[in-house]
């Protein structure tokens, strides 16, 4: 094993490969994460996954609602070297300033595009062909540091959050051991980011969670997977949420139908106009319920189906 003092910096499912694949071949002497939070219905205080792998091997865990309050207690650990990954707080200077190799950061978008907190989430939702994992130096600017490496994949039509997070995840888990060797001997150069190129991907908003039918279809469709599995597009029936995680594009078009009117019961989907054409929901959460296909909620029910026809989701 390596003896390189490592800090990992993250929180969220995305950044467990990481954090793995480094407790196996380096020396992590702490980890930093979000706090605890309620979560569900029930308002139950959940582990972050993360800190649920540092106490599974024994490493000590912080959990600074404010990081630059709890700087002694991160430095106490006189790192070497930090990584983070989706941690959700940008360094401050005394911290990026203290290890011998410095910061650096693992992000999920080919920098300098969709800088921030949801690239992947609005690499689909913006309809790109392809994102990939960007290893950076971290600077107090977010995601503004110079390029160490980059790795590309292509963003299939069928992607969703879930695949392409799952993808990226395992690539920078990969990544991350495949580089460190070179960087820790200084054989790594870097190169600065072209900031005319800079786009950003800030966190998903309420907003964007909202299906609006008066887009395109291929809009729609876009945005509903780029939701997919978390945390789920949305529109109104009758003044009642109803979530929508899964569709596919219909080729019809009904010129008679008002956007968002519910144009035809398919065996497996929910037709609905759209500016352009039709999108076929198949997937959903009523209000109240569990998520499910279309053709479980209607199994046969044909009151229900006729009640749905002409129907608007605003």
């Known amino acids: 094993m390596n003896k390189c003092r490592i800090v990992f910096m993250g929180t969220p499912e995305f950044s467990v490969p990481v954090l793995k694949e480094l407790i196996k071949h380096y020396q992590v002497v702490g980890v930093v994460c979000q706090p605890d939070k309620l979560t569900g219905r029930k308002k139950i205080l959940t582990k972050p996954p993360v800190k649920l792998v540092a106490e599974e091997n024994n490493i000590p865990v912080c959990q600074p609602v404010r990081l630059k309050n709890e700087l002694e207690a991160i430095l106490k650990w006189k790192p070497d070297l930090i990584i983070t990954c989706a941690y959700g707080q940008i360094l401050p200077k005394e911290l990026l300033d203290y290890p011998k190799y410095g910061c650096i950061n693992i992000h999920a978008s080919l920098l300098p595009k969709l800088r921030g907190g949801a ?13 990939g994992i960007t290893i950076m130096y971290m600077v107090e600017k977010m995601d503004a540091g110079d390029i160490l490496y980059q790795k590309e994949t292509i963003i299939s039509p069928n992607d969703t959050y879930g695949s392409l997070e799952e993808r990226l995840s395992k690539m920078g888990a990969s990544l991350i051991i495949e580089i460190l060797p070179s960087f820790l001997k200084g054989q790594v150069s870097s190169i600065k980011q072209n900031e005319e190129e800079v786009t950003y991907a800030y966190n998903v908003t309420r907003e964007d969670e909202h299906i609006d039918f008066t887009q395109r279809t291929l809009d729609i469709y876009n945005q ?54 039709e999108i076929i929901i198949t997937e959903i959460q009523p209000d109240g319920k569990k998520r499910m296909l279309v053709k479980d909620y209607l199994n046969g029910n044909h009151e229900k189906t006729k009640e749905l026809l002409g129907k608007v989701l605003k």
Do not use: C, W
């Not at 690499?123 to 392809?130: D, E, F, Q």
């Not at 569709?247 to 519910?262: A, P």
């Open 224 to 277: 509903i997977r780029a939701l997919d599995p978390k945390p789920g597009g949305f529109a109104l029936l009758d003044g009642k949420v109803v979530k929508i995680f899964a569709s596919k594009i219909s080729d019809s078009f009904f010129t008679q139908r008002q956007m968002g009117e519910i144009s035809r019961i398919y065996k497996d989907g929910i037709g609905v106009n759209t500016k352009d054409g």
């Open 119 to 131: 690239p992947i989430h609005k690499a689909i939702m913006h309809n790109y062909a392809k994102t």
